[in-house]
């Protein structure tokens, strides 16, 4: 490619990656995001969030992050480029649209979540492994080891391909043991440092424990799916296998394992490295009919699309808590029933869990689960419109 | 044996004084490969028409290509000396320096710069504000490669062909800084000579250095500082490695001591364990906003924060026999 096409394709992904952040502007913050976007310490380690938090004074650091993220997402194309440089065209466009026209791309470029990082992460380890530069920088891969396992707990199911970079280089087997070992100590360190962090990932993993192993297979049918719109998950799986590339199976063993256990959509993404790099180990060894194989791909990730729309009214958290700001009600919220870190981000006073003690002390009851007692207390009035429910003090004024 | 590369672009003037005083002075096997770009002027006719005179004069015209950098690296790419040199071929660079060049090279230098900010050289009569550019680029392409140089930004050098052989495939040429980029991909332990320069005055036609060659000139330091940067962290890739390690067991490991009752006193944990829960319900707080910093026998010390964005942080200690917040007495 000359330079430039090079720079206008750059912009392009550029455009496609702003637009993909403003999708999943729309709905406003999910609680996970919320999380990470204010610092709030679990479930993951704090190197990726505390950066993320440095800006939350800001009016735009939801859209600005969301916009970062798409951006590394989707330009990340480029290394995947790289190692099919010596490929013809077709290989090359191949490669190109199972990463940006996956589902786990499109779904996820501009989430503020930790497993896109991971997955990026990942990726770094992957090209790595698959590039024809056999020298291994073993203290780099040592550091950003203990960089990824620092930004999220999922980096380890990254571990047989880290393991495998480590043991090409040529030094001490003492050596390789510590580049591998004492990031995992570290990490582990931390977690004792954290007891919060310990117990929100217990309560994670084991969120579903009770499922047969049926509805475990199906869940995980459907992210690993969802990661690779079928086409990409199947081909990738297959170039992955067939090219007995063993750190990949390894990891992607183990990805699947972590599904089976703790299931959400966003991990979908962390199939797609291992997917692509499957892809590209194929397209090494032999053609893939390129059209047939695009056209699959878009129609497959449209049927997603179309099944899991995305929303863009804002979600019922920055309804509320507009309103309320709108309002003019001052004083800590009261929320009855359960509420994410989303409606602490949209909101501009203290939220607090209901508590009938305190009650004289709140500005403003909200009732994310109906709470029909608020009705009898005559001093409270329904807000008008509110969904969820929202109660007002009837007259400020008489409670002083 | 020399080969000598002189790129032209609108040289038609001065070229064929400029050959006229190196054939005098070039005394050894030379080449003389003259790079021109198709020049509007003609100056490759005129290149052409002066062999007939000088049998060591060959000219590679190139169509359709431009740039002052790739067509020195282009006749690097076919010349057959042992010792390669450039000059700027507008009579700004003496000619008889090149045989100080030639000798540093034969000397034993890998390569040899013709400096115009080195003691004994000058840069004759620029205009002021191009003086002070000069001077700064000059300052942070001086700091940036493995080889230092004093005006490394000169037109004017010579570099034997063992050393140029190994990193030519490196470069990438763009603009006007070739020796920039040579200095940048030479490894740190080759051997540099500088001779001064004074850099006379443009006899015929005018620069072409603009706009477009000055911001080619901002992004190779940009280019070449980042590859400097890889090559420092991997260089000392081991002490990253160890400074990252350190640096986080020091902000992790006294936390997980201040709270290592925790793991160690089961009371202590059951107790720790139901003041959260209590404090919990009573001020409707979240676990999830309260970091425990330090577990002591009788109390636990948190840290909570307001259920907002931008929500203040307050520490409180908190025994375990009344549960009643108190504001912490001191910072640990
Ligand atoms: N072949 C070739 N030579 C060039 C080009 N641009 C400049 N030169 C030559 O490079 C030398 C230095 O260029 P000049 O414009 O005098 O730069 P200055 O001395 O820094 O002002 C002269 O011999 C020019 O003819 C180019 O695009 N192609
Ligand atoms: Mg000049």
Redesign the pocket.
């Known amino acids: 490619m000359t330079r430039c096409k090079k720079i206008l394709m750059a912009l392009l992904l550029e455009l496609f990656a702003v637009v993909l952040a403003f999708v999943q502007f729309g709905n406003g913050v999910q609680t996970d995001e919320a999380k990470y976007l204010l610092n709030i310490p679990y479930p993951h380690p704090p190197l990726a969030r505390f950066i993320l938090h440095l800006n939350q004074n800001w009016i735009h650091q939801e859209l600005f992050w969301r916009i970062i993220f798409a951006t590394l997402l989707v330009q990340a194309v480029w290394i995947l480029l790289r190692l099919v440089q010596d490929l013809k065209q077709s290989a090359r466009v191949a490669v190109a649209a199972s990463w940006l026209l996956s589902t786990g791309v499109l779904f996820q470029a501009g989430t503020v979540m930790m497993a896109p990082l991971t997955a990026l992460e990942a990726l770094f380890f992957i090209y790595l492994l698959l590039r024809d530069d056999e020298t291994v920088d073993m203290w780099l891969i040592a550091t950003v080891w203990l960089v990824s396992l620092f930004t999220a707990y999922q980096a380890v199911l990254f571990a047989p391909i880290v393991c495998a970079l480590i043991l090409r280089s040529r030094v001490p087997l003492l050596q390789k043991i510590a580049a591998f070992a004492i990031p995992l100590l570290l990490l582990f360190l931390y977690t004792l440092s954290n007891p919060l962090a310990l117990a929100s990932i217990t309560i994670h993993a084991t969120k579903d424990v009770s499922d047969t192993i049926f509805i475990r297979l199906a869940a995980f049918l459907r992210v690993w799916f969802l990661g690779g719109s079928v086409v990409v998950s199947l081909v990738g799986l297959y170039g992955i296998i067939r090219a007995r590339a063993w750190p990949l199976i390894g990891s992607f063993l183990l990805v699947s394992a972590y599904v089976l256990l703790a299931r959400f959509d966003y991990y979908a993404i962390l199939f797609m490295p291992l997917s692509v790099a499957g892809v590209i180990l194929l397209l090494r060894k032999r053609q893939l009919a390129t059209f047939p194989f695009v056209v699959l791909l878009c129609l497959c990730s449209v049927a997603f699309a179309l099944r899991m729309p995305p929303v863009f009214s804002p979600s019922p958290a920055r309804r509320t808590m507009q309103m309320i700001d709108n309002a003019h009600i001052h004083g800590p919220l009261f929320i009855s029933g359960s509420f994410g870190h989303n409606w602490q981000y949209e909101s501009s006073q203290e939220i607090v869990r209901f508590n009938a003690a305190l009650l004289s002390t709140a500005g403003a009851v909200i009732c994310t689960s109906p709470c029909t007692a608020m009705d009898a207390r005559s001093e409270w009035a329904h807000f008008r419109f509110s969904d969820p429910a929202v109660y007002v003090l009837k007259n400020p004024s008489d409670t002083n | 044996m020399l080969s000598l590369i ?6 038609s003037k ?1 070229l064929p004084e400029l050959i006229g005083a190196l054939e005098k002075v070039l005394t050894m096997k030379h080449e003389i490969i003259v ?3 198709n ?1 509007p002027d003609k ?1 490759w006719e005129v290149a052409e028409e002066l062999k007939k005179h000088h049998h060591t004069l060959r000219v590679l015209r ?1 169509v359709g290509r ?3 950098s ?2 020195v690296t282009e006749g690097f790419a076919i010349a057959q000396g042992d010792v390669l040199m450039v000059m ?3 009579l ?1 660079h003496d000619p008889h320096l090149v045989i100080d060049l030639y000798d540093a090279i034969k000397g034993g230098a890998d390569i040899a710069v013709a400096s115009r900010y080195m003691k004994g050289g000058s840069v004759g009569e620029w205009v002021r504000g191009r003086r002070y550019l000069s001077k700064a680029g000059t300052y942070i392409a001086h700091a940036l490669p493995p080889v230092h140089s004093s005006d490394p930004m000169s ?1 004017f050098f010579a570099v034997s062909s063992k050393s140029y052989e190994p990193i030519a495939k490196k470069l990438y040429p763009t603009g ?1 800084k070739i020796l920039l980029e040579v200095l940048a991909a030479l490894p740190a332990k080759s051997k540099l000579t500088e001779i001064p320069l004074q850099f006379s005055p ?1 006899k015929h ?5 603009n706009m477009k ?1 000055q911001w080619q000139f901002v992004l190779q330091i940009v280019r070449i500082a980042t590859v400097r940067l890889f090559q420092w962290l991997r260089s000392y890739q081991f002490s990253v490695f160890l400074i990252a390690c350190g640096f986080t067991a020091v902000l992790v490991a006294p936390r997980v001591w201040a709270i290592h009752l925790l793991y160690t006193d089961a009371t202590v944990r059951k107790n720790v364990q139901h003041t959260m829960k209590v404090i919990s319900d009573t001020q409707g707080w979240l676990i999830s906003d309260m970091e425990v910093l330090a577990v002591y026998k009788d109390h636990i010390r948190i840290d909570h924060r307001e259920h907002r964005k931008g929500g203040t942080v307050t520490c409180f200690d908190l025994p375990f026999d009344s549960i009643s917040p108190a504001l912490c007495s001191f910072r640990p």
């Open positions: 002189l790129p032209t672009f609108n040289e001065n790079v021109d770009d020049s100056t190139r431009r740039g002052l790739s067509a700027d071929s507008d700004q037109g006007f443009r036609g005018e620069s072409k250095l060659v």
